[in-house]
């Protein structure tokens, strides 16, 4: 799996995008689209947003964990919710939430995250994380 990660580093804020985990779910775009900017190069400016709490909370929305941050200003970095859960969504991949750690074949951890979106239709480019070609692939729950 080719992994293309790319930190856009701001005064407050240090944003982390994993192009492999995204499934443009476009949480980002819609919660704030001064900060995530698609037709923009770069297209996420992290001092665009009015706050650095502003900011996080439209990142911990992103479902698949391709976005992370590293607050630099003091605050608070994201904390996993205690209970670690795995949720199928329609038609789509199982969303992780908590402290999860994914291990691969020979034991190893392949991640770390507090927010997954893993792979079951078999069609993703990016196993085990879903990549969005369940669309394409019309994967449908029995």
């Not at 792979?119 to 029995?142: I, L, M, N, Q, T």
């Amino acid at each position: 799996m080719s992994r293309r990660v790319r930190v856009y580093e701001g005064s407050a804020v240090e944003v982390t995008y994993d192009v492999a985990r995204c499934i443009h779910a476009a949480r980002c775009v819609r919660g704030l689209p001064a900060v995530f900017d698609t037709r923009r190069k770069p297209w996420i400016e992290p001092d665009r947003a009015d706050s650095a709490d502003e900011l996080v909370r439209v990142i911990e929305t992103c479902p698949t964990g391709a976005l992370t941050y590293r607050r630099l200003d003091g605050g608070a970095d994201e904390q996993p919710s205690a209970d670690a859960t795995v949720a199928a969504s329609r038609d789509g991949p199982l969303h992780a939430r908590g402290r999860i750690v994914v291990v691969g074949p020979a034991g190893e951890a392949i991640t770390r995250g507090t927010r997954l979106a893993l792979c079951r239709c078999g069609a993703s480019a990016s196993k085990p994380f879903c990549d969005g070609s369940h669309v394409e692939a019309g994967f449908s729950d029995p």
